[in-house]
């Protein structure tokens, strides 16, 4: 039995469907990522999740209980937002304090389970700061203290790290990993980023227009995308004849002369990206993307024609796919 059952939700604000019949298990411990395009409706599943919205119709189950209509004080989760809300008039201590309050602790312990947490996430030296002593990053973990404070069931992080810079966000993905993991909490993450679902997340559920279009491991995702949509959506693809197949810009090889599969192509741009060089070309029925090793790619620079060739292996077959 899973941890988490939604069976046909959907959801409609006014007369615009958002959500249509979603159905999904999340099981005990698993970090889940909703990925898709913004205005997909990730959001509004989670937030039907932890209650703060009615669906129309449909069922949730948590841990074997219904709470389809249960209020979110009563339901068993901690949720970090995109804004992280904390307060911005106490300190990092007194910000966890509040997720504490309901459970009566006597000073002492209260004390205890917030330098518990803060030790957690990282933060241990920081206590008496206010959020806004702290960076980003470190008001993000603060967000995360206190979603964990009670022990929750299930985490729900939305866009946890959408608003921090590159090199921070690759950081704290890897914390948030790594924490998840110690304490095995059942997780799961809204994002638009899908290099983060692919790094973070045990399944990924690709979302669109209120549907879910896939559900599977990164892996899964990325080499068995099973609709166009899924396979433009997660990494690059070049689609070929028609839409009859799909390439992966780093499984296409270029080299100067021509081989017997080979098609040639002209240089339509040459971009270089530290360790791949990413070629722009073309024939008569479009454009490309091709990924190639930046040691390689010297060579093939300032070449006009080039010949493109491919492993049957990587050819992703689209026929059939919507
Ligand atoms: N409270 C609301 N009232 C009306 N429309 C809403 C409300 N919340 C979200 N929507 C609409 O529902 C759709 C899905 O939104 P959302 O779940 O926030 O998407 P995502 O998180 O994937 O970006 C969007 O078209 C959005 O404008
Ligand atoms: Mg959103």
Redesign the pocket.
């Known amino acids: 039995m899973s941890y988490l059952n939604i069976k046909n939700v959907s959801k409609s604000?006014g007369s615009k469907e958002?959500l249509s019949n979603i159905n999904l298990d999340i099981q005990q411990g698993e970090l889940v990522c909703f990925l898709?395009p913004?205005?997909?409706?990730?959001?509004?599943l989670l937030r039907i999740i932890a209650g703060l919205e009615q669906q129309n119709s449909g069922t949730l189950t948590q841990a074997g209980h219904d709470i389809s209509s249960l209020p979110a004080i009563d339901r068993d989760y901690g949720i970090v937002f995109q804004s992280y809300a904390l307060f911005p008039n106490l300190t990092v201590s007194k910000n966890i304090a509040f997720a504490l309050k309901s459970l009566k602790l006597a000073k002492s312990e209260q004390k205890k389970r917030i330098e518990e947490l803060l030790e957690l996430v990282g933060l241990a030296d920081h206590k008496n700061k206010h959020p806004n002593q702290l960076s980003g990053g470190q008001q993000q973990r603060v967000a995360l203290a206190r979603a964990l404070a009670l022990n929750p069931g299930l985490l729900l992080l939305d866009e946890p790290l959408s608003a921090l810079d590159a090199k921070v966000r690759q950081f704290l993905r890897g914390e948030i990993k790594k924490l998840q993991q110690r304490l095995g909490v059942t997780t799961i993450m809204?994002t638009h980023d899908q290099e983060e679902a692919l790094a973070m997340a045990d399944r990924i559920v690709v979302m669109n227009h209120g549907c879910i279009e896939q559900v599977g491991t990164p892996e899964d995702i990325y080499q068995r995308p099973i609709s166009k949509f899924v396979a433009d959506f997660i990494g690059s693809i070049n689609f070929f004849d028609n839409d009859q197949f799909a390439i992966r810009p780093e499984h296409i090889s270029l080299s100067l002369s021509a081989s017997e599969k080979s098609r040639a192509v002209e240089v339509a741009a040459v971009e270089y990206l530290g360790s791949f060089t990413r070629f722009t070309v073309k024939d008569e029925h479009g454009l490309y993307t091709v990924d190639i090793d930046s040691n390689e790619a010297s060579a093939m620079a300032h070449a006009n024609t080039l010949h493109m060739h491919w492993l049957n292996e990587h050819v992703l077959n689209m026929q059939g796919a919507a």
């Open positions: 604000f958002v898709g913004s205005g997909c409706g990730k959001t509004t809204v």
